[in-house]
Nanobody
Framework: QVQLVESGGGLVQAGGSLRLSCVAS????????IGWFRQGTGKEREFVAG????????SYADSVKGRFTISRDIAKNTVYLQMNSLNPEDTALYYC??????????????????WGQGTQVTVSS
């Protein structure tokens, strides 16, 4: 069983920063990519960023490229999402998830099977 636990969300003013954490545990979690997704009110869940544990290779949605940085600490079994220059459009429930396959760095919601409970990020204008 794989478990993912997010933390670090909160309320921040536009232009501010937050760092989200995703602690992973369970069998073979380090073999599979981890992704960050978000879902705003009335919107579909969307890919934000992803990372491969082994190589550290990353992928970003165009909407966050240059503002968000995904990283991992292998010793702590933790994936981070550093979010800078936040704007109200970034307001959402943020989830981390484990990919179904160890290959590549997928972006589709259906390509991930284990999900955390989410952490709320609210950006005020």
């Amino acid at each position: 069983q794989v478990q993912l636990v997010e933390s670090g969300g909160g309320l921040v003013q536009a232009g501010g920063s937050l760092r989200l954490s995703c602690v992973a545990s369970g069998r073979t979690f380090s073999t599979y990519p981890i992704g960050w997704f978000r879902q705003g009110t009335g919107k579909e869940r969307e890919f934000v960023a992803g990372i491969r544990w082994s190589s550290g290779s990353t992928s970003y949605a165009d909407s966050v490229k240059g503002r968000f940085t995904i990283s991992r600490d292998i010793a702590k079994n933790t994936v981070y999402l550093q979010m800078n220059s936040l704007n109200p459009e970034d307001t959402a429930l943020y989830y981390c998830a484990r990919a179904r396959t160890a290959w590549g760095l997928p972006r589709g919601v259906n390509e991930y099977d284990y999900w955390g409970q989410g952490t709320q990020v609210t950006v005020s204008s």
